[in-house]
């Protein structure tokens, strides 16, 4: 069985920085494309970053230019890296998991980002 493992959330101030990670439990990495969702209360789940198979990466514009979806296979680890953080950016942030040649569709449990002053 495939998990994703995520980490990095926590609390910062407006303008940090902060990397989240998901691990992945099988070395699949490289049969998955991977992206990033977010979910704030009575909210539906938004697509923040997500990668594209031979393509580039395809970001929400809230986030243009300040956040990148990075991936290292060695590590079997995808990271969302966070600059410039904002209030509005606060959330549960999700990694979702879809193979490429399969129907594989799995997520990780969720890491909590809050952007306060």
């Known amino acids: 069985q495939v998990e994703l493992v995520e980490s990095g959330g926590g609390l910062v101030q407006p303008g940090d920085s902060l990397r989240l990670s998901c691990t992945v439990s099988r070395n699949i990495i490289r049969l998955c494309t991977f992206a990033w969702y977010r979910q704030t209360p009575g909210k539906q789940r938004e697509l923040v970053a997500a990668e594209i198979a031979e393509k580039s990466p395809n970001y929400a514009d809230s986030v243009k230019g300040r956040f990148a979806i990075l991936r290292e296979n060695a590590e079997n680890t995808v990271y969302l890296q966070m600059n410039d953080l904002r209030p509005e950016d606060t959330a549960l942030y999700y990694c979702?998991?879809?193979?490429?040649?399969?129907?594989?569709?799995?997520w990780g449990q969720g890491t909590q980002v809050t952007v306060s002053s």
């Open positions: 979702n998991a879809r193979g490429i040649f399969t129907e594989l569709d799995i």
